[in-house]
């Protein structure tokens, strides 16, 4: 409930409202976590053509948010990987049918590797220093986190970099 109160202000204000975070900024749309003095943007689901979806790879996905100023998202620790996880979340409702687990809601984020910590690339340049909750195959690829509450989980998952979804997280140091 207290999470769904901080995204709702977030997205009303364009950060959150805190006594450690007064003088932080974000861009409108964009959300604000103390703990990693960053912002994040979710890449909300387009309608280019007013019925399809519009559709991002990886590479893709990475150059929009570099566009902003920005990188695809990197994940350091259980509580960066819950806030991003709810974020996207937050933005699913409407979309949710009667299949489990519906691909298509998940969103491209920053990793490139393996799945092993220590290994692989943030797109930030950050050490891979936390790899999510996922067994990981032993392909080198790009990294999605799905997050469609039919499935009942939360995780990340391997997918070629080729691949197209409808969304992405990016993310960036807060101003201020």
């Known amino acids: 409930m207290l999470l769904t109160l901080l995204f709702f202000s977030i997205f009303l204000f364009g950060k ?9 900024h974000c861009p409108a749309k964009w959300a604000y976590l103390a703990k990693t003095k960053s912002c994040y943007f979710v890449q909300d689901f387009t ?5 399809n979806w519009q559709l991002y790879n990886w590479t893709t996905a990475e150059l ?14 259980v509580e960066e990987d819950n ?13 949710l049918n009667d299949q489990p687990c519906y691909n ?25 220093d936390y790899i999510g909750r996922t067994p ?10 799905l997050n469609d509450p039919t499935c009942h989980f939360h995780q990340w998952a391997w997918s070629q970099v080729e691949e197209k979804l409808s969304r992405y997280v990016c993310k960036k140091a807060a101003t201020g």
């Not at 929009?64 to 620790?77: F, P, T």
């Not at 806030?83 to 409702?93: P, Q, T």
Request: hydrophobic share 40%; charged share 15%; aromatic share 14%.
């Open 16 to 24: 959150a409202f805190c006594d450690t975070c007064l003088d932080v």
């Open 104 to 128: 298509d809601l998940a969103a491209w984020i920053g990793y490139f590797g393996s799945g092993i910590v220590g290994t692989g690339n943030w797109t930030d340049g950050t050490p891979v």
């Open 47 to 51: 309608y280019p053509d007013a019925e």
């Open 83 to 95: 806030f991003v996880y709810e974020l996207i979340l937050s933005r699913v409702g409407r979309y």
């Open 64 to 77: 929009n948010c570099k566009r902003m100023g920005a990188h695809l998202v990197s994940i350091h620790s």
């Open 136 to 145: 990981w195959t032993p392909w080198v690829v790009g990294a999605k986190m």
